[in-house]
């Protein structure tokens, strides 16, 4: 059983938000009007932390994509009084919000605070209410919501597999933030495979995880920027 | 039937003043305008209220930890002095019992209330995970709220055949609840039997429910949630905030039923004195809860310390400290002031204070989250407010409405303590004291 999971290279990463914007049509997130945001209820499964160090004129912004860690150890499904969100076999944390009472608990016990909780009816601009993914269900209102590494798209590769009577390859998944992503600071696969990209990575002397002393083993990695000389 | 020295105690029910009917329809006219927000909010989400991200919790855990705390004024406190025979429980008792019955449902209802899906309730039961903190609560609460209930009734039911006797309308309500009790001597041995067993049994449990509340935050690795004296630090202050309710409760139905000969000055004291006693207890686990918490000084730690100390929320934390410590320490310690206006003031400035409390803990740790995040904001809405108000308007509402039809002050162990116990007491102090014929020289 492989064991997905990310690897973002912050060196990379020039906080173009493609990311988000790729992530919000592919998984049918709601949108929001700019008040309700300014009030900390924008739903969004991958931010885009972004830090300003220094004072004019020396800047220096740094910019962390945060999606769900799919914590090997997460927090957030051992307090759910109803199994509404859990750890898959592979590793990715899912949320089944058909289930889902909306008690809000996971979110107050994710020390990342991803995860999204829709206050009101999810609304879209009727144009792109048309045009959304019919592969990711659209959530009610009063459950929450997370990343959940595009898992839609693993299931879809799996079954073109089967279909062809073959071993499903690792490329044929890649969420889709890590297909967009321009500058290619994401990367994904298997962290189970030694030979996979982001096994590679994750061993890199520049790899780190947040809040490793928590002992949540995330399974996105990130690559520490280093020293630019320019 | 002769003249009966305890007239006054069937006074509310027998003879209501019709300011009965303008306080209920007053209280009504405040529940209806709470139920028309809650109605409200179930069909717009959850997005009227204040909460937000990371702030996603509010008024509503809030009061559903502080109404629950006020729970263990009763049950607890009546228990533990009839266990240790303390004689001037009895009219006391009674009131302490309705508050717990009371505030339990309405604590219990807060967590539905902040559901973003209370219609699929019953999924914790069909698919509910006891491994779960929450589902710890459901089993302690309800196992409380049952066995307080019954812990109500029972030492009401010679009461109530009281009244039955008496030709108390309604009476059929009375023939239905008093089951039969004529005060037989075998149906007076069995009901001590059973209130001595609930007594013995309730009082583990009400020390379990708080603590299993407070488990909801400690079990968390949140900053300023995830601390090992969680569970007595909120059974501490549960019980010190309901001493507080508990006496608010008695100066208000001893001024407007005229009680004054039942609640004396020395039960007032006497409460006084176990209120001062907690709101000491309560110092030292907040001292020691916050002095832990800074001594180690862990960065995200300090963040919500320094958010309480100095921030945004100093002035609740302060003011806490005020209303739990200061000011009820100041009153209570000196006779001058330790008179029932006095006690009064105490009582309603730990009744903020507590509530206050509840407000620091839930809030501060989820305004700061441990990533970079801008520190979040939480301004309750119109509709929490509202259901605060409702909320306590359905308790005083209860508490009217109970003292319509049953006795406040429990009737039977008035006339109890007078005919039998002042011969019990006094053989009972004797058997204290040294032998004189086992004493050698």
Known sequence: MPRWGMVIDLDKCTGCGACVAACKQENNVAYNTPEEAERGRTLSWINIMTEVEGEYPHLRVRYLPLPCMHCDNPPCIKVCPVRATYKADNGIVAQIYPRCIGCRYCMAACPYTVKDFNWFEPQ??????????????????????????????????????????????????????????????????????????????????????????????????????????? | MGYDPD???????????????????????????????????????????????????????????????????????????????????????????????????????????????????????RTGRLQSPLLWDVTSI????????????????????????????????????????????????????????????????????????SYIFSMTLQPGWHSTIFGPY??????FSGIAALLIVMIAFRKVFH????????????LG??????????????????????????????????????????????????????IPVLILSFKKTKRIPGILIAAIAVTIGMWLERLIIVVPSLANTRLPYPTGIYVPSLVEWSLLIGAVSVFVLGFVLFSRFFPLISVWEIKEGRETSVKEVSERLESYLPDTESVRY
């Open chain 1, 124 to 230: 879209w601009d009727p144009e792109i209410k048309k045009t959304t993914n019919p592969d990711v269900s659209l959530r009610p209102k009063g459950v929450v919501e997370k990343c959940t590494f595009c898992h839609h798209r693993l299931i879809k590769a799996r079954e073109q597999a089967a279909l062809e009577g073959r071993e499903m390859l690792e490329e044929e998944y890649q969420p889709a933030c890590v297909e967009t992503c321009p500058a290619n600071a994401m990367f994904f696969g298997d962290l189970d495979d030694p030979n996979s990209i982001v096994a590679r990575l994750s061993r890199s002397p520049r790899a780190f995880r947040l809040m490793e002393d928590l002992g949540t083993e995330p399974k996105v990695y990130y690559l520490s920027e280093g020293e630019k000389i320019i």
């Open chain 2, 7 to 125: 007239e006054i105690l069937y006074k509310p029910i027998e003879k209501p003043s019709p300011v009965f009917w303008y306080t209920v329809a007053g209280l009504l006219v405040i529940i209806g305008w709470a139920l028309f927000m809650y109605v409200r909010q179930l069909y717009l989400g959850l997005g009227v209220t204040g909460m937000n991200q990371p702030v996603s919790w509010g008024f509503y855990i809030v009061n559903f930890v502080f109404f629950i705390g006020i729970s263990h004024a009763g049950t607890l406190i009546s228990a533990i002095l009839r266990l240790s025979k303390a004689e001037w429980r009895r009219p006391i008792t009674r009131m302490a019992e309705v508050i717990t019955a009371i505030v339990l449902a309405i604590g219990g209802l807060h967590p539905i209330i902040d559901l973003g899906r209370p219609d699929r309730l019953l999924n914790i039961f």
């Open chain 2, 142 to 213: 309800t196992a409380y709220f049952t066995a307080s209930t019954v812990y109500l009734y029972i030492p009401l039911i010679p009461d109530i055949a009281i009244l039955r006797d008496r030709g108390a309308k309604p009476q059929w309500l009375y023939k239905f609840l008093s089951w039969g009790y004529q005060g037989t001597e075998r149906q007076k041995h069995v009901l001590e039997r059973a209130m001595n067993i609930l007594m013995v049994m309730v009082i583990p449990i009400a020390v379990s429910v708080h603590t299993v509340i």
């Open chain 2, 234 to 239: 909120f059974v501490v202050g549960a019980i």
């Open chain 2, 259 to 270: 009680f004054e000969a039942y609640l004396k000055e020395v039960h007032f004291r006497y």
């Open chain 2, 273 to 326: 004195n176990l209120l001062l006693i907690m709101s000491l207890l309560w110092f030292y686990f907040t001292f020691s809860e916050y002095l832990t918490g800074y001594f180690g000084h862990e960065p995200f730690e300090m963040r919500v310390f320094f958010y309480k100390f100095s921030g945004k929320y100093a002035p609740y934390y302060w003011g806490m400290v005020m209303c739990n410590f200061v």
